[in-house]
């Protein structure tokens, strides 16, 4: 998945965990955190955080956006597209009519 639903519960809900660096998983956590979370995904990575996290602890990772900002990005971005005409709808003042021509 690129954009994991899991992910971004654990990092609204404040539970750690550990990723692969794949994908979009990366764009979701906060760039001073991605490190901490995220493993590139082979074993020996993925054996090195686990020890990290085992000897140190598991580091909670905060996601890039705020719920709150997110949603304002998508409200301010659906505006702009509802409010700007469509290149692909015909014009208002203009009316199509076909002339039938008798036999």
Request: overall charge negative; some cysteine; glycine content about 2%.
């Amino acid at each position: 998945e690129n954009s994991p639903y899991t992910v971004l519960e654990c990092l609204e809900l404040g539970i750690p965990f550990i990723a692969s660096d794949l994908s979009g998983i990366r764009e979701l956590i906060h760039e001073d955190d991605a490190d901490h979370v995220l493993f590139k995904p082979d074993a020996s990575s993925f054996a090195a955080l686990l020890t990290r996290i085992m000897t140190e602890g598991a580091q909670l990772a905060r996601p890039r956006h705020r719920n709150i900002e997110s949603r304002d990005m998508w409200s301010s971005l659906h505006k702009h597209i509802t409010s700007s005409p469509s290149p692909l709808s015909p014009a208002s003042s203009r009316t199509t009519s076909r002339e039938t021509v008798d036999p």
